[in-house]
């Protein structure tokens, strides 16, 4: 049981580049969730998905697309990386439909985008 | 009426003291309070949590205090050790919505 997992660990990207990050959970959990964490700002939900085959902003959704790809997979896309969205992300996943209950969270993706 | 509000910023206590983290929320709908620990280079983990239904809940060293008519809880640590050493961070949200986080809280227990 590996609980939530992210790749990559790390990743440096160039202003414009695009990447996707990965996120899968073997909770079989119907909630998954993206934030995102900078200094002195907490953590800031950017995605969420409360249940396979919907998907909702959070505070701070631009510049960033997701994809719940099945009930284990919720993927987070930058698809022009701005300096702005050098932080670490961190996916989550929760097993209360319809409740706001305890959140899993993965190990994180470190990101600097140049 | 979304913010969660998160003081101290960055706190250092004495091995054995008592640390205290409090924070503030707005929306008088939100009826689930977590606290999340995360050690540095890993993800947060759920600590403890409160439902307004009660004004304090213990579990070992860390309670939750709840004051449901200022709006505000806090974490309370007692016997310090330096393995709380860690960045704490409050939430709050409602049924069927989702979790607004606090600034978060560095603290340093030293030996």
């Known amino acids: 049981n590996a609980g939530v997992t992210q790749t990559p660990k790390f990743q440096v990207l160039k202003t414009g580049q695009s990447m996707t990050l990965q996120c899968a959970q073997d909770m079989n959990h119907n909630s998954m969730y993206w934030y995102r964490q900078d200094p002195g700002m907490g953590l800031r939900l950017i995605y969420y998905?409360?249940?396979?085959?919907?998907?909702d902003k959070g505070e701070v959704p631009n510049g960033y697309n997701v994809s719940r790809l099945n009930k284990r997979e919720f993927s987070l896309r930058l698809e022009s990386a701005a300096p702005s969205q050098t932080s670490v992300y961190f996916c989550a996943s929760s097993d209360l439909v319809g409740l706001a209950g305890e959140q899993f969270f993965g190990p994180g993706t470190r990101l600097t985008v140049l | 009426q979304q913010q969660v509000k998160q003081s101290p910023q960055s706190l250092i206590v004495q091995k054995g003291g008592i640390s205290i983290i409090n924070c503030a929320y707005e929306?008088?709908?939100?009826?689930?309070f977590p606290w999340y620990q995360q050690f540095p280079g890993k993800g947060p983990a759920l600590l403890i949590a409160i439902r307004p239904d009660v004004s304090e809940k213990k579990e070992g060293r860390f309670t939750i205090s709840f004051n449901k008519s200022a709006k505000q809880f806090s974490l309370h640590i007692m016997d310090s050790q330096p393995g709380d050493s860690a960045t704490y961070f409050c939430a709050a949200g409602r049924r069927g919505g989702k979790l607004i986080f606090g600034q978060g809280t560095e603290l340093s227990v030293k030996p």
């Open positions: 929306n008088t709908a939100f009826d689930y």
């Open positions: 998905s409360a249940s396979e085959g919907t998907t």
